[in-house]
């Protein structure tokens, strides 16, 4: 029962180094999402895709590219960290067939950039 | 746009007594209310939702919420507190009328401090 799965879930990156965060899911569902959490701001928004060939973005997109190629998988690509980008991040998906659908979490990844 | 409040940065309460951690949110339509949970280093996790019908919602762990239309709020509630409650909370809206984006809204988070 693996549901939302995320790696890696610690990365120390070297400021302009890339990278990619993996998440995929085993839930067939459509819609899929990544988020930063900081610290006294909750989880913000950085990029979401409703299904497979569609991405768009979400409240601070800016540093990140997302692509969703298959319903699974939905890779985030740090072009150059920048210290800034030090954050945790949280994939999630939920089904596409009600708006009131539950979110569902991966456990994180951990990201410092220095 | 939608948001969501949460004007305490920590609640803390004795194990056994009851607690309510508060949520107040703004959207435009009808609101769609979550509430998760964060232990350490873990994801989120999904307490309970507020779709439709009765104010009263019961979610996992013994929590229940209740959707207050007149006073926008979604306060999360135990009974009887227990130690192993302490975590990070948030409530989370969705407008029902953004269907497009059907990203969560989330308010900066509540720590809950359950002392023995």
């Known amino acids: 029962n693996a549901g939302v799965t995320q790696t890696p879930k610690f990365q120390v990156l070297k400021t302009g180094q890339s990278m990619t965060l993996q998440c995929a899911q085993d839930?067939?569902?459509?819609?899929m999402s990544w988020y930063r959490q900081d610290p006294g701001m909750g989880l913000r928004l950085i990029h979401y895709?409703?299904?497979?060939?569609?991405?768009d973005q979400g409240e601070v997109p800016n540093g990140y590219n997302v692509s969703r190629s298959t319903t699974e998988d939905f890779p985030l690509r740090l072009l150059s960290a920048a210290p800034s980008q030090t954050s945790v991040y949280f994939c999630?998906?939920?089904?596409?067939?009600?708006?009131?659908?539950?979110?569902?979490f991966g456990e994180g990844s951990w990201l410092t950039v220095v | 746009a939608q948001s969501v409040a949460q004007p305490e940065d920590q609640v803390n309460v004795a194990e056994g007594n009851p607690l309510t951690v508060k949520c107040t949110y703004s959207?435009?339509?009808?609101?769609?209310l979550f509430w998760y949970v964060q232990y350490p280093n873990r994801g989120l996790q999904f307490l309970l939702k507020?779709?439709?019908?009765?104010?009263l919602v019961k979610g996992s762990y013994g929590f229940e919420a209740e959707f207050n239309k007149s006073q926008t709020s979604f306060h999360l509630k135990k009974p009887s507190a227990l130690v192993s409650d302490s975590a990070l909370y948030f409530c989370?809206?969705?407008?029902?009328?953004?269907?497009?984006?059907?990203?969560?809204?989330f308010g900066s988070g509540t720590r809950l401090q359950v002392q023995p």
């Open positions: 895709s409703v299904g497979a060939g569609i991405t």
């Open positions: 959207v435009s339509g009808n609101p769609y």
């Open positions: 999630a998906s939920s089904s596409d067939s009600h708006s009131g659908n539950t979110i569902y």
């Open positions: 839930m067939n569902h459509e819609y």
């Open positions: 507020y779709i439709t019908g009765d104010n």
């Open positions: 989370a809206v969705r407008d029902k009328a953004n269907t497009g984006r059907r990203a969560l809204t």
